[in-house]
């Protein structure tokens, strides 16, 4: 069973939060009020986002200036290409927005079905004058939380049946998705969050270190069994990856 990885943007791919850069740089400093009320779970992180970026005040000029300055992990390049030669599938998962998410990856080098969105599901944006216009094609429902875009559910799409899920993230924005995936790498909030409510994780810094572990199961081809006991509705199981040839 080859496993399929998906992997958050902002702050994982990415080596700043590109959605907060662009709100610390381009909004009224309003918006941190409700990143308070997310932070706190009083509303979904589609509420947030929607308000947050009706305060963004810049031209498509400005914001481009700004998305052009953010760099990726420089150990990504390498993995995406490892993960291909691998043949396991790899999507990227983001509450973060598909017209910021795509310049940066064409700036950086990207093409084919990554860049041209294939292999992302995010929200979406569009700018009009000075004020951009937010959209959630992926926001559900059946989404539970309000999630700008439902981790969850597109994991549910996506992966066949028998296939091990690798997750890969470094927020809170990522909690649920952790939750429904078989294998977690994880840093900063969503490593803290795991380990709060002990879900098995892997910690990591760059990609250079998920693909040294990915590389190590599928040599051993068995991912071990991952505790869920916070989560009974996951089961554990023990599952194999398969070595592409």
Known sequence: ????????????????????????????????????????????????????????????????????????????AAFY??????????????????????????????????????????????????RVETSFPYAGPPCQHDCATCKVEVIRRVRNSASPVVFIGDGLSDRFAAQAADVVFAKRQLLSYCRENDIACQPFETFAEIEDQMEAMAQESVVGEIPRPREPRLKTRKLKMEVAV
């Not at 947050?52 to 498509?60: C, G, K, P, Y």
Request: aromatic share 8%; glycine share 8%; net charge positive.
């Open 1 to 76: 069973m080859k496993p399929i990885i998906f992997s958050d943007f902002d702050g994982t791919i990415s080596q700043v939060d590109v959605t907060d850069l662009v709100l610390t740089q381009l909004a009224h400093p309003s918006w941190r009020e409700v990143e308070q009320e997310w932070s706190r779970g009083q509303i979904g992180s589609r509420e947030c986002l929607e308000r947050q970026m009706a305060l963004v005040d810049a031209s498509a000029k400005e914001l481009n200036a700004l998305v052009d300055s953010v760099p990726l992990d420089p150990h990504f």
């Open 81 to 130: 290409q490892w993960a291909g030669r691998r043949k396991f599938p790899l999507y990227v998962l983001s509450d973060g927005f598909d017209l910021i998410i795509r310049r940066v990856l064409k700036n950086t080098g990207f093409g084919g079905s990554l860049k041209n969105g294939k292999q992302l599901f995010s929200s979406a944006l569009k700018i009009r004058g000075r």
